[in-house]
């Protein structure tokens, strides 16, 4: 095959090589170390291109996992979906581009565009279907099939052009050309998470890559091979370029009114507060009331709490599990700062210790005022020791054991929390209950989905301790449920400092009663290594 735009012409070096001479006539030089000089300077420059390109491609992938893991849940579903289709989809580029070598640099310039534009609007494109049209996985699958078409064309037109720019063995070739797209896929992995979302965030992030995928395919074609075509071709090429730059920079530019217009199209009341963070999108919502400000959290778009109606859940979670000692108690997750003010309600609370893995939730919990007014500064209370880690690797490490253990942890329904629901969660934290200690557990619904719930009392029970499954109507959420457990089968019952608003002694026991279209069930409890809770916990709600 030959590529017409590589032919050699008379006072031309090698093909494709760019002599670095002006359109003047001059004659080209002849020198053989000169000739040899830009073959491997050539050759160094392609091989670069292939390192950022793998870089980009890759930085692709994971922001179509990351945002599905973000706005779906089920990071293993997500990350299947993308990497299946985008192999599958590379293949299928890899063949096609067979007979695109007889125009090895026009088409590389064009895919690399096209890839650039793509991959940079791919999360916003993506957001703006879930947000508008609800057809979130349908379009996922449409834009890692064709991501992964352009990828897949990638290889095979810069092996074409490696091997005009230096002859070699095509086992070289390979081997060269893969060197670099292996490294430049490890770059591209570690950046993302480390330097792209911190620096960025997801949206602000893919644009950005997508202007140096771009960039990177300008300075190879325009740069590297620029004399190996016409200036018909190199004006058109130029035009597309400069299209594709100028979208992806106005993408930037309104990338945050884009962000925020599309965040609130998700949510009924008024987003006052926003943010990204490393593990969780979290928002705020109020909606001025009679009777006052209904201020709402949610993270990943789950709802966490309602002013209206917090108090129902925090009583019935926390005061059960106090109502044995408590000097010494533990917090997992909370990071809201709630349950923590129900627990510092207690004067013989000498320390309380909560255990968040958001440091941003923290932030907001400590300095928000809609937060402060509902937890009564309960982050900032001297009792009060806040840290931000894993809670599952903080039980690991930790030696102190506590009166009273809170778990009050996410929904299971990703993969990140469902190991928070596992036997071997459950375990940890037990083996820190102090003789006569108590455990109370957040544990979902037993109405809308008494599968999930009868599966974490299973685990619960499986990590050796008794429970006592209890729920109460909490009008945000409906019907909720709470598993107490502790080495021996604990008493339901309260023992509140104060009269509380919503639980009483009568209350508690009626909350121990479930009725016949709710039995118990028997279920398997959920392991690190089978994870049924979040199989239970993702289909389940979905009628709902």
Known sequence: MTDPDLTPTAGRPSPGVDTGIADNGAAAPTDPDEIGQWHRLSRAALLAVVFVCAACGLVYELALVSLGSFLIGNTATQA?????????????????????????????????????????????????????????????????????????????????????????????????IFAADYIGALIGGLCFPFLLLPLFGQLRGALVVGLVNALAGCFLVFVVFRRSLTPRRLVVLGSVAVGVVAVLVLGLIYSTRFEVTTRQ????????????????????????????????????????????????????????????????????????????????????????????????????????????????????????????????????TARERYDAIIIDMPDPDESATAKLYSTEFYALAGAHLAPGGRMVVQSGSPYFAPRSYWCVDATVRSAGLQTMPYHVDVPSFGDWGFLLAAPTRPELRITPPRALRFLSDAELQAAAVFPADRPRLEMAPSTLMDPRILRYAQSEWTAY
């Open 265 to 396: 199209s998700l949510f009924r009341d008024p987003i006052v507060a926003a943010e990204r963070t490393s593990y969780q999108d979290i928002v705020i919502t109020e909606r001025r009331i009679p009777g006052g400000p209904d201020t709402r959290l949610f993270l990943n778009g789950d709802l966490q709490f309602s002013s209206m109606d917090e108090y129902r859940y925090h009583e019935a979670l926390v005061h059960p599990a106090m109502a044995g000692e408590h000097e010494r108690v533990l917090i997992l997750g909370g990071g809201d700062g709630l349950a923590l003010r129900e627990v510092l309600t207690y004067r013989d609370v000498r320390s309380a210790t909560l255990v968040e893995l958001d440091p941003e939730m923290i932030r907001l919990a400590r300095e928000d005022s809609r937060l402060t007014r509902l937890n009564r500064g309960s982050m900032t209370d001297p009792r009060s020791t806040i840290i931000a880690a894993d809670a599952f690797n903080w039980l690991r």
């Open 80 to 176: 299947s979906i993308v990497l299946a289709v985008m192999v599958f989809a590379m293949g299928i580029g890899s063949l096609a581009a067979k007979p695109l070598q007889n125009k090895a640099i026009l088409s590389f310039a064009l895919i690399e565009l096209a890839l650039a534009l793509l991959g940079g609007l791919s999360v916003m494109a993506l957001y703006a279907a879930f947000a508008y049209l609800a057809l979130y996985t349908q379009a996922l699958v449409v834009v890692a099939f064709v991501l992964g078409l352009l990828i897949g064309a990638e290889i095979p037109l810069l092996m074409v052009l490696l091997q005009r720019i230096r002859k070699q063995e095509a086992g070289s070739a390979v081997a060269d």
